[in-house]
C-alpha cells in the first residue's frame, strides 16, 4: 500500500515513513474497499450479478483507483449483456493503470468482435422501443420486439424482465414464469426477478385451486318403459270391444287429434320457428355489426404501425447517416482505440474525436465515455502541439511552427499557445494578426506572465516606430 499524499510504501505504522501523514483512516477505507470487491467477488462465482455488482459499487466509492474492483465490475456488465457499461470500467482502468492491466485484453477482446457490439447496439435500440410500445399499451408489439431481443441477447437481463412483466399483464402465467425462471440461471439472487415469481406462483396457484372439474349430477333412472325422453305406461285393458266400436274410436282420435294439431300445436310451432329466425337474423347482424368495428380497428391498428415503422426508418436512417449517432459512437471506439494502442498518438485520436457531436443525444454511458476521452486526448494533443510549436518557433521556422500552434490552439487555447503563435506570425511578416493575438493575450489572460511579455513588446514597438 503506498501513501495517498506522496506515494511512498507504507509500513505497518499509522504515519507514512517519508511525509509522515496520518494512514489510519485511509487505511480503513482501502481495507474496507477490499472487503467489498470480496464480497463482490464470491457473489459473482455463485452467479448472483445484481448482489456483485452492488457490492463492488461500494468497493469503487471507497477507492475510486480500485483496479481489481473495476476490471470485475466490467465483467459482470459484460454477462449480463451491457457491454457500454463493461467497456466505461475498462477504459477508466485503463487511464488509472496503463501497463499490466487485464482490461487491456479485455478491451481488445471486444474490439475484435465488432459483430457482437453492433449486435448489443440493436438489441439496446429495440429494447427502447419495446418500452415505448408498453408505454403505449401495445403489449403484444412489445412481446414481439422483446422475444426478438432475448434470441439475440439472452444475457441481457432488463430485456427478460420487461418480457416477463409483459406476460404478466396478458395474464399468460406459465409463459411468464418460464421466463423469469430463465433469468434467475444468470442471476440467481436478483431481488426483482424473485418478487415478480414469487407473485406469479401465487397467481397460477390460485387459479388451481379454483378450477376443479365439476361433474353434472347422474338422473335416476325411472321404473319404466323409456324410449328416448318419453315414459311408456302400458294402459290397463278392458274387456274387449266390438269392432265396430274400435274402428269409430279410432276414427274419432283421428279428427280429434288432427283438430288439437291444427289449432293447437302448428300455430306454437310456427311462431316458435319465427322467432327463432328473427333471433339468428339479429345475431347474424350483431356479429355483421362487430365484425365491421373490428375491421376498422384493425385498419386504423395496421396504419398505425405503418406510420410507426415509417418514423422508425426515419430513425435508423439518421442513426447511421454520416452525421449520426453510430458515426459517432464509431469515432469514440476509434479514437480509444487509438489512443490506447500509442498514448504519444493523441493528435491522431483528437482529430477523430473533433468529428463527433452527440449534442445531447445517446446513452449515458457514450457520453461519459465521450468526456473521459475528450478531457485526456485533447489536452495531451494540445500540449504535444505546443511544445513542436515552441521548438520550430526557436529554430527559425514559422511556417510550420504555426501550423502546429494552430492545431495546438484549435484542441484547447491557453495564454501561452496564443503569445507563440502571435509572435510567429510577426516572425513570419503578418504583423496585423500578430498584433491582434497578442491583445487578444493581454485581454484574455490578464493575469499569466504572457500578458506581460505582450505588452512589453507592443509598447517597444511602438517607441521604435516613433
Known sequence: MRCYRCGATLSGDDYC?????????????????????????????????SGAIESLNMALKCNKNNIDARNLLGLVHYEMGDIVNALAEWIISKSIRQKKNIANDYIVDVQNNPVKLQSIDQSIKKYNQ?????????VDLAIIQLRNIVKANPGLIPARELLALCYI????????KRTLEKCLLRDVN???????????????????DGGGDRRPLRQEEAISYVSGNEYIIQPVLDKERSGTSTVINIIIGLV????????????????SA????????????EQLTSKSADLDELEKELSDIKKSNSELNGELDSFNSDSGLMTGYNAIMEAASVYIDDSDNAKSAADILSTVSLNGEGSEQYSRLYEVMNIKVMDKAAQDLLQKGKELYEEGSYGSAIENLESAKRYKENAETLYYLA?????SGNESDGRTMLNDVINDYPDSS?????????????????
Open 190 to 208: 436478483n431481488t426483482t426477478i424473485l418478487y415478480y415469481l414469487k407473485e406469479v406462483n401465487s397467481m397460477i396457484a390460485e387459479m388451481a
Open 169 to 176: 399483464k396478458t395474464e399468460k402465467w406459465d409463459l411468464a
Open 256 to 271: 280429434v287429434g288432427a283438430a288439437l294439431m291444427w289449432f293447437l300445436i302448428l300455430p306454437a310451432r310456427i311462431q
Open 274 to 285: 319465427k322467432e327463432d329466425v328473427n333471433n339468428q337474423l339479429k345475431q347474424v347482424s
Open 130 to 138: 419495446a418500452l415505448m410500445y408498453v408505454q403505449q399499451d401495445s
Open 450 to 466: 504572457f500578458a506581460d511579455d505582450a505588452k512589453e513588446y507592443i509598447r517597444s514597438s511602438e517607441e521604435e516606430e516613433e
Open 423 to 427: 509572435m510567429s506570425y510577426i516572425k
Open 17 to 49: 515513513p517519508s511525509c509522515g501523514a496520518d494512514v489510519k483512516t485511509y487505511r480503513r477505507i482501502i481495507g474496507l474497499s477490499n472487503s467489498f470487491y470480496n464480497e463482490g467477488l464470491k457473489r459473482a462465482r455463485i452467479r448472483d450479478l
